[in-house]
């Protein structure tokens, strides 16, 4: 009954009060207060639902509500926390983000960011397929429509287009897995954990999938792509958890293994070489996904192998990830919107000495991008070595095989760590260090407290993450895992029997660093009140006339590696080299595109255009040849029918069919 | 061509009238087809004010031909606007930035007019009280910059971080790719050819010799052969001259050293540097042995030379080189020998064979890149008619080139200095020239040309009524080369500047007079 | 264990005592080697100890990370320094994992000085820095290389056993193995570092810089800490491969400290000698060099794999 009217509280306050100010949108201020004021509402209201379950407190609850099955246990909490608590950041920073925006668009904004929200919210506690594909599906419209929020501009309806397609592409999957989990043939669980994973692997930035994610992310306001962000590609793995059909470990195992290890290097790569900071965000969540998958793929195969401690620190880890990820790259797309308001634009070569005016911005947004690196004292650090943990747990007891696999799995991590200690170095230097690059940005100032506050709040919410780590490894992890048996991680033994040790140390040896930190600059301050502190220009090299234009650019701090890794040769690069002895104009630009935008979906899209224009052809306009083609398409199927034997054991279709193809269907309690 | 230049040989003097005075337009073609057609080199291309007052300016081309051993001299009268010859001939740009910065001549159609040593007219305007001159900021210039969003510019000096003059570098790069590189000097001007107009005299000799301090033998020789030319009597015996070969082969040494040290350090080679660090400290040494400076500030003089080379001391220096040059032998050796060295130098800032002529590159630098111009031996002076160091050639202008043609001269000159030193028996053959100058022919002009050991140095001296210097012209080989450093960085990753720069090793001061 | 502990407290006090004295043995040998008198042995230390005197200029540019740079540089160099066995003897600090955090601790140390040389909006920093998480970056494939060698080699997750593990040195390949991955270990240690032939400590030319360009902009006490910080992390690198092959414990504990500090001290020597006799490569050359060391390193990760797990 708590569960109940709780969830129902949650799910009218977000419902109506995304109706509510839709209504009321000739009136932007009440509208923006009805807007804001019932997503945090609802989601306080879905927070301590989501907590309740999360620290069982409350058992799990399974109930019936408007004709559909409903779940609440601990993995619902578990993926709802990040959406709650974002949710409520995110509205709250709306309010400034969305101030001065033209009279009747505050309405249609919150209709649907409440609408995602709510939507996000009910994928977690779908029960069965069916609710699973409807909140699927409400989410992905309600949130296309956050991503064509700025429909104005060509870009934005050209990634909200790619975004409607791919989420529909990953829905009819899902469609389709459900489909063949009834079919018996020996060929259907395989197709079916293919539909599955990549259904759910699109919403979660599978490489190759992800070609949506960062064109969307960058078009959508600010905090709506934080949501999107910190709650969306997290459902893929709660899809994946609560309804992929029965699998091995090992087969799983390999599979997430090899997309993390790809998504991991591909996204930071590509992440590095954006000169868009929202884009740059976006890939980044490619990778850290990336990170988690790859923490799961090696649970699994420690599953596999037997090997308990690699299967906890595997699993444990990349679940601890996905909070990590989901609070510190909520706040940077915050931080992102705050930069972009203040600014005007998100290109990152533009910007620059935006940290003396925006001092809180610069010093929250460089403590999340040091923690999402998986630098030490960060949270990140924390799953990192955990997953660090796990592919070294091989050495104690596993194949040769596998221990070789796992060895470059770990090196796969350094090397992503170490990209992406380049890459946030470089966001952090290009936006808010040195002087700005533009007169455009000259004036910025700090963003007003509505649109500060979030972003503590939730860098607040990262560091309790990093305290409680331990606590949180011992008693919330198990409980998450225990549910979501479709995956078999209720397999797993009791977490806390492995790993938390690690965690305490790392995290009291991270407190003794930021003690130490503290304490040596104590030291040298106090060493230095003795002489004045004097404040003299950047070393110019005695040039009497330095511009701005005599520092890096974001581009250029990551040139040398982006050459390295030829993603800047070729159509990356326009150059026009300066001609001749005396030259008088010369440019060169680097626009990194998307390797699988550019080899895979291309090219698809050009054979599918091509192939329709030819099919088109018999689009002739006249009645009579389209009548035509109905009887001879009619005689086809009839001759078809004819020399096919009719299986007359078909059963009748019921819900009892589907029960042992599916686990997931089987829990599933007819409405009283 | 008799009726459009006048040709004369290298240290001659003749009346200036004798000089064909053309009209702009033949003079413009003139100095192109000599140029662009048959391969003169431009030596000097300068303004000086016409000889009374409202006579517009004087502008004086000397084309050097390599081939004949002679300098092609011309002239033209202008008022103030002259039509660039750069965009047809590139190797004129440095020349009329020049003319337009000194005498405020309206270059028109130059592509680059930009100030090139920001330095006030050489010819006092009246003061204006309505119109106060603006003060001149160096480095305060347009500079030439890429478009795109992220590119962006790195400036290096004019304060360097090594004990070295100063200049100030504009990369334009994306990251470590540079693009272009300009530079812009002129911190170095102190106004040396103002100050030398009505010379010559007692300060005349010093402030030559400290055009460019590491150059003096070859500063000094070339305006006592100007003297000695405008002053028959002034005659230098034949051993002076040798021992003025002598102390400039010495010089050369130095610097070449000095200068493969430095390439040395610039990879982090320690042994080469040490070693050649010393090691040029040991020829001058040398030098001062000979003089008593280590620069040989005192020792060439209009009419010979200041000091002479007893047996003894040439029978001292002769066994100290052969020392030395062992020593040098082998730290060049430990140098050319390491794959890491090799692989730094290699293909680094290349110079093409056409650029280099193009844009008139000379001395080592445009020896690398395959030229073939050496002083020494296209306009031979002093003892060089009689007696030289054997040619040394390399191919490729990149900083290896540069490198080898270096070493090369190093042994080549090491080689001749031994030859000379043994054979020298001569014994105060080379009296102390006089101390008074006698009186320079009036209304005349000389050219003097020297191959310093950065290549081409020009000196022009033209006298008025009095034989006082109505116009001294110093083309210091700095002046040729400096563009040459700028192509050679195009298309280069920004870390291989210092080593570039420092295989071109050009002159600051000499260029900034 | 009493005495152990105190072994290893004593080591810890070495390290922070004598790491500027690694950098003078440094220098010294370069000197000697080209036939100067060259600086001081004790040379470091004075340096450190006049900056620390020293007023402090910053720049206006900076929007305050500037002065974090060095206390976070040393910080972390000083917290990973606890979990080395100083002499063989087991940290007192050690814990499953702690390799880990030794190798992202220096990446945060790394990391803040990047920031903090980014905040003077300098070119020459931001070449530096541009230069530093390049290098960084790819060092950290044959770093975790060399880790995964040492877990495997000694069955275990933390860095005390790794690196005190008894090897059985009668085998041929596990030796082979053994000093391939010191080797790349060395390697590391010369990027990290920023030791010819990556990049040179004496140059004084801002545009081929790495290290030093980075530091252009501090003085005073913040160069005094990054100094400081940099010896640290000299010794720390260098104990880390000395102890690689350093084969388990003999003798009295008193002589493996001395062979400890002497073996250490050692390789400050060979640094000097190294960088004698080479010359930097091109920037473009070292990732590829970094590339070719992890691929060392992975060939050395495999002869474990293969022979040295099924010893006894």
Redesign the interface.
């Known amino acids: 009954m708590f569960s109940f009217s709780l969830f129902a509280l949650m799910f009218f306050v977000l419902f109506f009060g995304a109706v509510l100010s839709w209504f009321l949108r000739q009136r932007p201020v009440t509208a923006c207060r009805i807007g804001a004021g019932s997503a945090i509402l609802g989601c306080a209201a879905g927070l301590i639902l989501a907590v309740a379950h999360l620290f069982q407190w409350v058992d799990k609850a399974q109930f019936p509500w408007m004709g559909l099955d409903w779940r609440l246990d601990a993995l619902s909490g578990f993926f709802m926390l990040p959406v709650l608590l974002v949710g409520i950041a995110a509205a709250c920073h709306s309010v400034g983000y969305l101030e001065g925006r033209s009279e009747n668009r505050q309405g249609v904004y919150w209709l649907f960011f409440n609408l995602t929200l709510l939507s996000m919210l009910l994928v977690t506690a779908a029960d069965t397929y069916v609710e699973l594909l409807l909140t699927w599906e409400a989410m992905c419209v309600t949130s296309f429509a956050l991503v064509a929020f700025d429909y104005k501009e060509d870009k934005v309806r050209h990634a909200a287009w790619v975004y409607i397609l791919a989420s529909h592409a990953g829905a009819l999957l899902l469609i389709l897995m459900f489909a063949l989990q009834t079919n018996a043939s020996p060929a259907a669980p395989v197709a079916a954990l293919v539909c599955g994973l990549l259904g759910f692997g699109m919403k979660s930035g599978f490489p190759l999938l992800h070609v949506w994610l960062p064109p969307s992310y960058d078009a959508a306001p600010a905090p709506a792509t934080s949501v999107m962000s910190a709650g969306m590609v997290n459902l893929g793995i709660c899809g994946m958890m609560r309804f992929l059909p029965p699998v091995t470990p090992a087969l799983i195992g390999w599979i997430l293994l090899a997309v993390g290890v790809t998504s991991a290097l591909m996204g930071i790569l590509l992440a590095m070489t954006q ?1 868009n900071l929202k884009r740059l965000l976006a890939y980044s969540s490619v990778e850290n996904m990336g990170i988690v998958f790859l923490g799961m793929g090696l649970g699994f195969l420690g599953l596999d192998q037997g090997n308990t401690a690699m299967a906890i620190c595997g699993i444990g880890g990349a679940m601890l990830h996905i909070w990590n990820h989901a609070f510190l790259k909520g706040t940077l797309f915050l931080l992102a919107g705050t930069v972009q308001k203040a600014t005007g634009t998100v ?1 990152m ?2 910007m ?5 005016n925006m ?1 809180i911005t ?2 929250v947004f ?1 403590c999340n991008a ?1 923690a999402l ?5 960060g949270n990140a ?1 924390l799953s ?2 955990m997953i ?2 796990a592919a ?2 091989c ?2 007891s596993g194949s ?1 095989f596998m ?2 696999v796992a ?1 470059l799995a ?2 796969a ?3 992503t ?3 992406a ?2 890459t946030f ?2 966001a ?2 290009a936006v ?4 700005p690059r533009s007169d455009a940005i000259k004036d910025a100032c700090e963003a007003p407290r509505t649109m500060r506050a979030p972003t503590l709040f939730l860098s607040g919410m990262a560091f309790i993450v990093f305290l409680t780590a331990p606590w949180l490894w011992n008693h919330v992890l198990p409980a998450v895992l225990s549910q979501a048996d479709a995956i078999g991680t209720v397999l797993i033994p009791d977490l806390a029997s492995y790993g938390s ?2 965690l305490a ?2 995290r009291n ?2 407190l ?2 930021i003690v ?3 304490a ?2 104590y030291l ?1 301050d106090r ?2 009140r003795q ?31 982006s ?2 890794f030829n993603l800047t040769k070729g159509k990356n690069r326009t150059t026009q ?2 001609e001749g ?10 626009e990194v595109t998307d390797p699988a935008d550019h080899y895979l979906w291309r090219p698809i899209n050009l054979i599918t255009s091509r192939i329709a224009d030819r099919t088109r052809r018999i689009q002739s306009g006249y009645l009579h040849i389209y009548i035509l083609m109905a009887v001879i398409a009619l005689l086809a199927m009839l001759i078809f029918a004819a020399v096919t034997p009719t299986r007359v054991d078909d059963p009748p279709i019921g819900e009892s069919d589907i029960a042992p193809a599916a686990t997931a269907v089987a829990r599933h309690t007819p409405a009283p | 061509m008799t009726d459009t230049t006048l040709t004369i040989t290298n240290c001659t003097a003749i009346p200036l009238q004798r000089v064909p005075s053309l009209p702009v337009n033949t003079f413009r073609e003139t100095l192109l087809e000599l140029v662009n057609q048959q391969q003169r080199r431009v030596s000097a291309f300068f303004a000086m004010p016409g000889a009374d007052t409202g006579q517009g300016l004087e502008l004086i081309a000397v084309l050097a031909n390599d081939n004949d051993h002679t300098c092609d001299l011309t002239r033209t009268t202008i008022q103030d606007e002259f039509a660039s010859l750069t965009p047809e001939c590139p190797t004129f740009a440095w020349f009329e930035r020049e003319l337009a910065e000194q005498y405020s001549i309206a270059i028109t159609g130059h592509p680059w007019l930009k100030p090139i040593r920001f330095q006030p007219p050489m010819i006092d305007g009246a003061a204006d009280p309505a119109n106060p001159p603006k003060t001149i900021i160096a480095g305060d210039t347009d500079y030439f910059t890429m478009d795109g969003e992220g590119t962006h510019e790195v400036a290096v000096g004019p304060v360097h971080a090594s004990v070295i003059e100063p200049g100030h570098f504009r990369f334009q790069c994306l990251g470590e790719d540079v693009y272009s590189l300009e530079i812009s000097l002129g911190y170095q001007h102190r106004g040396v050819e103002k100050m030398l107009l009505g010379g010559p005299d007692r300060r005349t000799l010093p402030m030559i010799a400290t055009v460019s301090g590491d150059s003096t033998i070859a500063s000094t020789t070339a305006y006592a052969q100007l003297c000695e030319c405008l002053a028959p009597s002034l005659k230098p015996s034949p051993d002076a001259l040798l021992l003025r070969g002598i102390a400039a082969e010495l010089e050369r040494l130095a610097n070449h050293v000095g200068d493969l040290g430095a390439l040395a350090g610039d990879v982090a080679y320690l042994p080469t540097a040490s070693f050649c660090g010393r090691l040029r400290g040991e020829f001058l040494n040398m030098t001062a042995e000979i003089c008593g400076n280590r620069f040989g500030r005192n020792l060439v003089r209009p009419g010979g030379v200041k000091f002479a080379l007893t047996p003894a001391k040439a029978e001292k220096i002769f066994r100290w080189l052969d020392q030395v040059s062992k020593d040098v032998d082998n730290a060049l050796n430990l140098m050319f020998e390491a794959a890491t060295v090799l692989d730094r130098f290699e293909n680094i800032g290349p110079v093409s064979k056409t650029a280099a002529l193009d844009i008139g590159l000379v001395g080592p630098a445009a020896r690398a890149a395959g030229l073939d111009c050496d002083i020494r031996f296209s306009h031979p002076y002093a003892c060089y008619a009689d007696t030289a160091p054997a040619r040394s050639e390399a191919s490729g202008g990149d900083t290896l080139a540069r490198a080898l043609i270096r070493r090369r001269e190093i042994t080549a000159s090491t080689k001749w200095l031994k030859e000379q030193l043994a054979l020298w028996k001569k014994d105060n053959q080379t009296t102390p020239a006089a101390t008074a100058l006698p009186a320079l022919a009036p209304d005349s002009i000389a050219v003097s040309l020297v191959e310093a050991w950065r290549g081409e140095m020009c000196h022009v001296a033209v006298t008025d009524a009095q034989g006082a210097f109505r116009r001294y012209k110093i083309v210091d080989p700095s002046f040729h080369n400096w563009f040459g450093l700028a192509l050679s960085m195009r298309g280069e990753q920004i870390s291989h500047f210092p080593i570039c720069n420092k295989s071109f090793n050009l002159s600051y001061c000499g260029h900034d007079l | 264990m009493n005495n152990n502990l105190c072994l290893w407290w004593t080591g810890l006090i070495a390290a922070f005592l004598l790491a500027p004295l690694l950098k003078g043995i440094i220098n010294k040998t370069k000197a000697i080697i080209v036939g100067r008198r060259g600086p001081k042995l004790l040379q470091p230390y004075y340096n450190i100890i006049k900056l620390l005197r020293k007023g402090c200029v910053r720049t206006t540019t900076s929007c305050g990370l500037l002065a974090w740079g060095p206390p976070v540089t040393l910080a972390t160099a000083m917290i990973a320094l606890l979990f080395l066995p100083y002499a063989n003897q087991i940290s007192p600090f050690a814990f499953t994992g702690d390799a880990f955090l030794f190798a992202y601790l220096l990446g945060l140390g790394r990391f803040a000085l990047v920031l903090g040389a980014m905040d003077t909006g300098s070119s020459f920093e931001g070449m530096g820095s541009s230069r530093e998480v390049q290098f960084a970056a790819l060092a950290e494939g044959p770093l975790f290389a060399v880790l995964g060698f040492l877990a495997i080699s000694s069955r275990s997750l933390n860095l005390s056993s790794m690196l005190t593990c008894p090897l059985p040195a009668q085998v041929p390949t596990v030796v082979a193995a053994v000093i391939l991955a010191a080797g790349i270990a060395f390697v590391v240690l010369l990027v990290e570092n920023c030791r010819v032939p990556f990049d040179d400590p004496e140059t004084h030319l801002e545009l081929t810089m790495i290290h030093e360009a980075m530091v252009l902009d501090y003085s005073g006490p913040d160069l005094g800490y990054i100094l400081y910080g940099s010896c640290l992390k000299l010794w720390l690198m260098a104990a880390f491969v000395w102890l690689m092959l350093i084969p388990g414990d003999f003798g009295s504990p008193g002589l493996m400290m001395v062979l400890h500090i002497l073996g250490i001290l050692l390789s400050g020597v060979i640094i000097g000698i190294i960088e004698s006799v080479t010359a930097r490569f091109r920037f473009l050359k070292l990732p590829q060099f970094l590339l070719g060391s992890l691929g060392a390193a992975l060939i050395a990760l495999a002869l474990t794999i293969l022979t040295g797990r099924n010893l006894p």
Do not use: H
């Not at chain 1, 620059?352 to 003396?356: A, F, I, P």
């Not at chain 1, 690196?373 to 004292?377: D, E």
């Open positions: 000169s290109a070569d533009e620059g000495g935006l940290g003396k001092p610069k010093s460089t040091a690196c998986g630098l030490p004292p650090f990192e070595a660090y943990l070294f747990q050495v104690v040769n221990l070789g060895m770990a090196i991590l350094a090397l760590g170490g990209l200690a380049a170095s470089k952090v230097s808010f260090q040195g002087e040790r690690t140390a790392v040896f991270s003794l660093t130490l930190i503290i040596l600059e040298r060493r230095m002489q004045p502190l004097e404040y003299k220009c950047t070393w110019d090299c005695g040039y009497a006339l330095p511009t701005s234009r005599m520092q890096y650019t974001g581009t250029a701090f990551t040139q040398p590696l050459d390295f080299p300066p002895y005396f030259p008088t104009s010369a440019s060169v630009d680097i």
